[in-house]
C-alpha cells in the first residue's frame, strides 16, 4: 500500500504557519452521504476525553493534536458532537488565531459535517450540505489555497458529493494542487488518497484506463473501499509493517545517516571523525532487509568507508535478526551488544508466535535472531574511540528490556536509544517492560542533555524528540502509576482506571510539548502497571473461570433472547462447558486482525 517509495532529505520544519511538517496519523471512515444504522461507541472513551482536554484549554502548540482529535471523533461515530466541539473552540480562540490555523479549524469541522451527512434528515440533508461545502469554501479562502491539509480534505469530500452538488470540477482542483504539490504533504503517504481519488473522478468521466492508472499508483486493488488512510504506515505480506515512506535523512551533514520506512526498524549509520569506519546502530530485522538499507545507503552517499562496528541497541527481534548480512561483509565488523541478550531472547520468544510474519514479512525467520552473538559484550558504561569519533555506551534496564544499551556520540550530541521508550512499555504480547528502569534511562539521558535523540522506530523519534519532553514525562508517568497503583489497591477494574481519564495536574497549563506522548503512553502504561500487578485473579472475580469467544457469542445471543439470569462470574463458570471442536474454533480467526488493527490505531 505503500504509493511512492521517495529517497531525500527531509525539511525539519515543524512551523503552525507553514505546516509543511504537520505529521498525522488519521485513520478515518468516510461514509459520506450515505444512511444506514451506524453504532455508537461507548460514551466514556477516555481517549477522547483526553484530547477535547488537551485542545480545550489553548489551541494546541502541535496541530497534530486537532486532527488526532477529529480521527478520534470519526472513528467513535461522534462526527455531530466533533463538529459541534471544534466550532465552539474556533469561536472562543478566534481572536488569537491566524487566518491559517482558522483554515484547519475549518476544514476539519467540514470533514466531520460531511461524515455526519448521511444522518441529517433528508428534508434538511440539502442545506445541511451545502453549508458543509461553504465551510470548506472558507477554510481554502483562509489558507491562500497553499496548505496541503486543507485541501487535501477538501478534495477528499468533494470527490464523495453526488453530482448535483456541482463539486466535480473543484474536487479536480484541489486533488490536482496536492499532486503537484506533494512535498507540501506531511508525509508522502498522503498521496495514498489524492491517487485513488483522482481515481474516482476519471472513472465518473468514463475514463477506464486514467483511473487504472491512478488506482495502480494509489496502491489499492479497487474502488470499493469505505476507508480512508492518511496513515504513513504501510503493511505488505511479503515485508510486513512499515511505519513511514523510504527516506534517508542526513542527522548530522556527512557523519550519521537516518534510514526510515525500510523495514519495521529504522536503520542508523556513522562516519567515523577521521572517514575511514562506518559504524551501524543495530542490524534490522532480516538479512534482506539489512542488505537493503546498506545498499541503499552507499547509492545516498558513494565511497562511505568499509563497516568495522556494529552497537546493538538491544536483542528484540527486530533490531539483530538481519546481523548475519552485516557479519558476511569483509572486513567483518565487530559486533557489541549486552552479556545479557539470551535473558531477553527466552522473553520475546516465550510469547504468541502469531505476530511475527504480520509484523515482519513472510520470510522471518526466528533463526536469523536467535543466531546473535555479540562479539564484545558491555555490561558496565564504556568509553570508546572509533576513528577519532568518541562513543559513550551506557547499559540500562530500559523501559522495554532489561538488555538496553544506549550509544551517545558526545561531541555530535546524538543519543541513540533503541527502544527505551516504547510506548506499550516492552512489546505488547510479552511479559517485559519496566517503568522504573524507563525512569532510570531518562534521568540518563535528560543529565547529557542530546540535541538529537534516535530511536529504533520513527514514530518515537518524531514523538520523544527532546530531553525537555522526556523530562516532563518522568514526573507525568511518575504521577499515573501513583494513581494506578491507588486505584488497584482499591480494587478497581482496569477499564475503570483507563475510563478516569488520568491528567497529571500540571501537564494541560504547562507542558504543551508533552500533551501527545502522554497521550501516546498512557494507555499502556496503564495496561502495563495493571498487568504487572494484578494476579490472573483479578478484585472483581474476573478470571476465576475461562470463557470463550463461542461462550460469550452464547451469552450474547441469550441476553438477545431475554433467558439470561446469572451474574458474569456464573456465565464464567457456566463457560468451561467447550467441546474440543468448540476450543479449536476458538483458537482461530480473527485474533491477529484485531490485535494488530488496536495497536495500528493507538500507535501514533
Ligand atoms: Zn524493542
Ligand atoms: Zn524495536
Known amino acids: 500500500m505503500q504509493p511512492q517509495n521517495e529517497v531525500g532529505v527531509t525539511s525539519k520544519a515543524k512551523l503552525w504557519a507553514a505546516l509543511l511538517c504537520v505529521l498525522l496519523l488519521i485513520v ?86 460531511a461524515q455526519h451527512a448521511s444522518s ?209 561483509l569483509n572486513p567483518r565488523p565487530k559486533f557489541y551488544g549486552r552479556g545479557n541478550y539470551q535473558e531477553e531472547f527466552e522473553k520475546e520468544f516465550n510469547g504468541p508466535e502469531v505476530f511475527a510474519k504480520q509484523f515482519f514479512g513472510e520470510r522471518f525467520s526466528s533463526e536469523d535472531v536467535l543466531s546473535y552473538k555479540p562479539d564484545i559484550t558491555i555490561d558496565n558504561r564504556t568509553d570508546l574511540t572509533i576513528g577519532g569519533s568518541k562513543f559513550e555506551l551506557i547499559p540500562v534496564r530500559g523501559g522495554e528490556t532489561h538488555d538496553a544499551m544506549l550509544i551517545y556520540l558526545p561531541d555530535e550530541k546524538v543519543m541513540f536509544m533503541g527502544d527505551v521508550i516504547m510506548p506499550y512499555l516492552g512489546a505488547p504480547f510479552v511479559e517485559e517492560g519496566d517503568l522504573q528502569g524507563l525512569f532510570d534511562a531518562i534521568d540518563l539521558i535528560v543529565r547529557r542533555n542530546p540535541q538529537h535523540l534516535l530511536h529504533g522506530h520513527e514514530p518515537l523519534t518524531r514523538v520523544f524528540s527532546s530531553p525537555l519532553i522526556l523530562s516532563h514525562l518522568n514526573t507525568d508517568l511518575a504521577w499515573l502509576r501513583d494513581q494506578v497503583l491507588t486505584a488497584i489497591r482499591r480494587g478497581d477494574e482496569r477499564a475503570a482506571i483507563h475510563e478516569s481519564n488520568l491528567i497529571p495536574p500540571d501537564l494541560l497549563a504547562h507542558q504543551p510539548d508533552a500533551h501527545q506522548p502522554y497521550y501516546i503512553l498512557r494507555e499502556h502504561v496503564i495496561d502495563r502497571i495493571y498487568d504487572q500487578n494484578v494476579g490472573y485473579w483479578e478484585a472483581n472475580l474476573q478470571g476465576l473461570a475461562h470463557p470463550g469467544r463461542l461462550d460469550r457469542a452464547e451469552l450474547l445471543a441469550d441476553v438477545g433472547a431475554g433467558t439470561v439470569r446469572s451474574s458474569g462470574v456464573d456465565v464464567g463458570v457456566g463457560g468451561g462447558r467447550g467441546s474440543e471442536e468448540r476450543s479449536e474454533e476458538r483458537s482461530g480467526g480473527g485474533l491477529g486482525g484485531g490485535i494488530l488493527g488496536n495497536i495500528a490505531m493507538s500507535f501514533m
Open 28 to 113: 478515518v471512515t468516510f461514509v459520506v452521504l450515505r444512511s444506514g444504522d451506524r453504532p455508537y461507541a461507548k460514551l466514556r472513551n477516555p481517549d477522547l476525553e483526553y484530547l477535547k482536554a488537551v485542545n480545550t484549554v489553548t489551541p494546541p502548540k502541535d496541530p497534530e493534536l486537532l486532527f488526532i482529535l477529529m480521527t478520534e471523533f470519526a472513528n467513535s461515530n461522534l462526527q455531530d458532537e466533533g463538529a459541534e466541539f471544534f466550532s465552539a473552540r474556533l469561536r472562543k480562540f478566534e481572536p488569537q488565531l491566524t487566518p491559517v490555523q482558522k483554515s484547519l479549524y475549518l476544514a476539519i469541522i467540514g470533514l466531520l459535517r
Open 120 to 328: 441529517v434528515p433528508l428534508l434538511k440533508r440539502y442545506g445541511y450540505v451545502k453549508d458543509t461545502i461553504a465551510t470548506l469554501d472558507q477554510a481554502k479562502q483562509l489558507s491562500g489555497g497553499q496548505v496541503f491539509v486543507v485541501n487535501w480534505i477538501a478534495g477528499v469530500v468533494h470527490t464523495k458529493l453526488p453530482g448535483y452538488f456541482h463539486q466535480r470540477e473543484a474536487a479536480h482542483g484541489e486533488l490536482a494542487w496536492c499532486l503537484e504539490h506533494a512535498d507540501k504533504a506531511p508525509h508522502p503517504a498522503w498521496l495514498r488518497e489524492v491517487y485513488y481519488h483522482l481515481g474516482k473522478l476519471a472513472l465518473n468521466d468514463g475514463d477506464t484506463a486514467k483511473a487504472q492508472e491512478y488506482l495502480r499508483r494509489s496502491g489499492y486493488s479497487d474502488f470499493d473501499r469505505r476507508i480512508t488512510l492518511a496513515t504513513p504506515f504501510s503493511e505488505n505480506r511479503a515485508s510486513g509493517h512499515a511505519f513511514a515512506p523510504r527516506r534517508i535523512t542526513e542527522v548530522v551533514p556527512g557523519r550519521v545517516y537516518a534510514l526510515s520506512g525500510f523495514e519495521f526498524t529504522e536503520y542508523y549509520f556513522v562516519v567515523s571523525k577521521d572517514r575511514h569506519q562506518l559504524i551501524s546502530i543495530d542490524a534490522g530485522t532480516r538479512p534482506d532487509f539489512a542488505k537493503g538499507a546498506y545498499e541503499a545507503l552507499q547509492a545516498f552517499a558513494p565511497g562511505l568507508p568499509p563497516m568495522t562496528t556494529v552497537f546493538i541497541t538491544h536483542a528484540h527481534w527486530d533490531h539483530v535478526g538481519g546481523h548475519s548480512y552485516f557479519r558476511g
